[in-house]
């Protein structure tokens, strides 16, 4: 496989899991992991240095459960060392 296959396959991938995310919606890969999406809601944060106030908006950000097979993995190489 090129670097133009592998491109557009990684392209892909990103477009399906960017596609997912937005919608809420986790994608499992087994073996790997989870990627879920976490949504927070507004909150107050606090300036330290003037003491304001600021209202930050709602965001909804990525987040990745590793998987028990990618977590095995890790741990045999390890050992090994």
């Known amino acids: 496989m090129d670097a133009k296959q592998t ?3 990684a ?3 990103k477009d399906i899991i960017t596609g997912c ?3 809420l919606d986790d994608v499992a890969i087994p073996g790997f992991g989870t990627i879920c999406a976490v949504k927070t809601d507004e909150y107050i944060a606090i300036d330290p ?3 304001q106030r600021l209202l930050m908006p709602p ?4 987040s990745l459960r590793i ?3 990618l977590k ?3 741990l045999k190489t390890n050992i090994k060392e």
């Not at 965001?59 to 990525?62: G, P, Y």
């Open 7 to 9: 491109g557009a396959i």
């Open 11 to 13: 392209e892909a991938l």
């Open 21 to 23: 995310l937005s919608n």
């Open 49 to 51: 240095s003037k003491g």
């Open 59 to 62: 965001s909804v950000k990525a």
């Open 67 to 69: 998987g028990s097979g």
């Open 72 to 74: 095995k993995a890790v």
